[in-house]
């Protein structure tokens, strides 16, 4: 059998991770290592346990989530999963600069947040195409119309580069081999190697990325 996924909850409601820690706990494949009902609290144990995924909330005393998140992902290869009730922009948008693979609302339903952790242990990013389109660009620079093309995206070919303009607008793999009418196999090639040269954790620090060079604009591709 294959070890569980080990989870650590983060939020400053008692009530709320006892909640989660029995929802959890009922799940075969799923374990929970630890409960942390600070910020600074949650980054001691992650660096401690190392479970798989954090379940971070974004509002927590001494130490916000963001942060929290910032210094587990700087200095681990913990996933962190945003889980808040703060359905703000701002929010989702530094979240997945500081380097969080999802972000869910914390009224998603019991199944999606157990198929979120799922997602986020996998490798994957946990990113809806309504979230990526909603706010990316709007809290990133625009780009420079002298520079359409980033000397950070140098080094990609220019299948890759559309492979990534495609991941930014919130295609999954399926979608893009259809689109470029290549194989599964090939997409995840390219995405693959998009992750090595752009130095990115996952998915959606391949979308951060895409926005910040100017690859891809909130109006169009």
Known sequence: MSEPIRVLIADDQTLLRDSFRVLLDAVDGLAVVGEAGTGDEAVRLALAERPDVVLMDVRMPRMTGIEATQRICAQTDVRVLILTTFDHDEYVYAALRAGASGFLLKDTSAADLLAGIRVVAAGESLLAPTVTRRLIAQYVGQPRPSRPFSPRLSGLTD???EVLAL???????????AHLTVSLATV???VGRLLTKLAARD????VITAYETGLVTPSGP
């Open 203 to 206: 998915r959606a620090q391949l």
């Open 167 to 177: 991941i930014a607008r919130g295609l999954s793999n399926p979608d893009i081999a």
């Open 159 to 161: 299948r890759e580069r």
């Open 188 to 190: 995840k090639t390219h």
